[in-house]
């Protein structure tokens, strides 16, 4: 036996260039009332651009709205 | 569940005639190649393109009558190659190579290509005003592919160095079902053929599939089927994953206005989200890291993506022009002999 296998592995949340928040790991989506989301596979995506008709999941539709965002933070004035 | 056989489809001319008639004989007799293959069309040429969708079936599965051994007999990969030959010409014709500053973000180029989708709009026309018929129709195409989802793309993974070939393995494990054979996309796709009252049988509608659809198979087999093209085989993943999650969206939206239940719907709608995910991870961590440890195959990625969009436009072009003119986009059932 694998004697790490029982640790859960860290999640990471890595945004994506012009597109959604890739979540790995062994996370749980709740809504505010506890409510745990159902998620069927290991990797989900994250509706960055808020146009999604699946929210919070991603639908692909920020390619239909031009979004863009970079993968790294962003640079603002107060950064 | 059995395994994968077919039957020998009917010949469309003289390549796929004499091809089936030797494969009906003992493995590696009686086939000499073809000459230079003289073909005006190639992407829509129904003899060279069912000829080559049978030479490279034989990789897939088991053809009724076909000793296994014809798999790897050198005169079939002679015979395939002179196929292969017009098939590659024409693909470098329609796909334009990529450009010198394209390569310094192959993301972004991926982007930029999937952007500018050269295709008509039939997910569009199908989500709003296709018939049932219609929708039957292209399923039965999408059968020839969507009922081996993800395999041609497999063959990718003993070639690929380590980072992008994790990023290949992450999407194929959820293309496989993340471990449940219920979840598995190509058995989603055999659940919604049988809930659309069509046969789920692996092959059944060969006949029917006309050369434009057996090339877009073609394309990926060819893709996977020669290291050479492991570029443009990450490319067309990269491009079918970018431009899946909406269409699949439609699909599933004109199942239900056409009254379908979910059992037909759940492989649209498992796409929209899988493919939200996938889509992200095949153009930035297998495309953009193969581009990064391979820089040499960085221009293929692109050529496979481009290659795959000009095939689907040809595709969805024949649908839509078939069904403007009142007819089917299928070929004839074939005619029972006497």
Redesign the interface.
Same mark, same amino acid.
């Given at each position: 036996m694998d004697p790490d296998a029982e640790q859960p592995s860290p999640v990471t949340i890595t945004p994506?260039?012009?597109?959604?928040y890739?979540v790995r790991g062994d996370f749980v989506v709740r809504d505010q009332e506890g409510n745990e989301l159902p998620t069927?596979?290991?990797?989900?995506?994250l509706c960055r651009c808020g146009k999604s008709?699946?929210r919070p999941?991603?639908?692909?539709?920020h390619?239909?709205i031009g979004f863009r965002a970079p993968?790294g933070q962003e640079s603002w004035p107060g950064g | 569940m059995a395994g994968r056989l077919i039957e020998l489809p009917s010949p469309r001319g003289p390549l796929s005639g004499r091809l089936f008639e030797a494969l009906e004989g003992p493995p590696d007799q009686g086939l000499e190649a073809p000459s230079a293959i003289d073909s005006f069309d190639p992407i829509a040429d129904e003899d060279l393109q069912l000829a080559l969708y049978v030479a490279y079936e034989i990789h897939y599965s088991g053809i009724r009558g076909v000793d296994e051994r014809w798999e790897w007999a050198p005169s079939l990969l002679a015979f395939r190659a002179e196929l292969e030959r017009p098939f590659e010409a024409a693909l470098d014709e329609l796909a334009e190579p990529a450009a010198g500053e394209e390569l310094a973000s192959v &993301? @972004?180029a991926l982007?930029a290509i999937? $952007?500018d989708d050269p295709g008509p709009p039939l997910s569009r026309y199908l989500e709003t005003q296709g018939t049932l018929e219609q929708m039957h129709e292209h399923v039965i195409h999408r059968s020839a592919y969507q009922l081996k989802e993800a395999d041609p793309h497999s063959w990718a993974i003993p070639r690929l160095s380590p980072r992008p070939k994790a990023a290949l393995l *992450?999407v194929q @494990? %959820?293309e496989y079902g &993340?471990g449940s054979a219920e +979840?598995m996309h190509s058995v989603l796709f055999a659940k919604t053929m049988t809930a659309l009252g069509l046969d789920p049988t692996y092959g059944a509608y060969l006949d029917r599939l006309p050369g434009v659809t057996l090339a877009t198979v073609n394309l990926i087999s060819l893709f996977g089927l020669h290291r050479r093209r492991r570029g443009a085989l990450v490319g067309h993943l990269a491009g079918f994953e970018?431009t /899946? /999650?909406?269409p699949n +969206?439609r699909y599933g939206n004109a199942l239900r206005r056409l009254g379908c239940g979910r059992e037909a719907t759940h492989f649209y709608d498992e796409h929209? *989200? $899988? %493919? @939200?995910?996938h *889509?992200?991870?095949a153009a930035?961590d297998l495309a953009g890291g193969l581009a990064a440890d391979e820089p040499e195959v960085a221009a293929d990625i692109l050529f496979g993506a481009r290659a795959l969009l000009q095939l689907e436009a040809r595709w969805a072009t024949h649908l839509m022009d078939s069904w403007e003119r009142g007819e089917s986009s299928l070929r004839e059932p074939a005619a029972v002999p006497a």
């Amino acid at each position: 036996m694998d004697p790490d296998a029982e640790q859960p592995s860290p999640v990471t949340i890595t945004p994506y260039p012009d597109g959604p928040y890739l979540v790995r790991g062994d996370f749980v989506v709740r809504d505010q009332e506890g409510n745990e989301l159902p998620t069927e596979r290991q990797t989900i995506a994250l509706c960055r651009c808020g146009k999604s008709q699946m929210r919070p999941f991603c639908d692909g539709t920020h390619k239909l709205i031009g979004f863009r965002a970079p993968s790294g933070q962003e640079s603002w004035p107060g950064g | 569940m059995a395994g994968r056989l077919i039957e020998l489809p009917s010949p469309r001319g003289p390549l796929s005639g004499r091809l089936f008639e030797a494969l009906e004989g003992p493995p590696d007799q009686g086939l000499e190649a073809p000459s230079a293959i003289d073909s005006f069309d190639p992407i829509a040429d129904e003899d060279l393109q069912l000829a080559l969708y049978v030479a490279y079936e034989i990789h897939y599965s088991g053809i009724r009558g076909v000793d296994e051994r014809w798999e790897w007999a050198p005169s079939l990969l002679a015979f395939r190659a002179e196929l292969e030959r017009p098939f590659e010409a024409a693909l470098d014709e329609l796909a334009e190579p990529a450009a010198g500053e394209e390569l310094a973000s192959v &993301g @972004a180029a991926l982007q930029a290509i999937v $952007a500018d989708d050269p295709g008509p709009p039939l997910s569009r026309y199908l989500e709003t005003q296709g018939t049932l018929e219609q929708m039957h129709e292209h399923v039965i195409h999408r059968s020839a592919y969507q009922l081996k989802e993800a395999d041609p793309h497999s063959w990718a993974i003993p070639r690929l160095s380590p980072r992008p070939k994790a990023a290949l393995l *992450e999407v194929q @494990a %959820d293309e496989y079902g &993340g471990g449940s054979a219920e +979840r598995m996309h190509s058995v989603l796709f055999a659940k919604t053929m049988t809930a659309l009252g069509l046969d789920p049988t692996y092959g059944a509608y060969l006949d029917r599939l006309p050369g434009v659809t057996l090339a877009t198979v073609n394309l990926i087999s060819l893709f996977g089927l020669h290291r050479r093209r492991r570029g443009a085989l990450v490319g067309h993943l990269a491009g079918f994953e970018m431009t /899946s /999650s909406i269409p699949n +969206r439609r699909y599933g939206n004109a199942l239900r206005r056409l009254g379908c239940g979910r059992e037909a719907t759940h492989f649209y709608d498992e796409h929209v *989200e $899988a %493919d @939200a995910v996938h *889509e992200n991870i095949a153009a930035w961590d297998l495309a953009g890291g193969l581009a990064a440890d391979e820089p040499e195959v960085a221009a293929d990625i692109l050529f496979g993506a481009r290659a795959l969009l000009q095939l689907e436009a040809r595709w969805a072009t024949h649908l839509m022009d078939s069904w403007e003119r009142g007819e089917s986009s299928l070929r004839e059932p074939a005619a029972v002999p006497a």
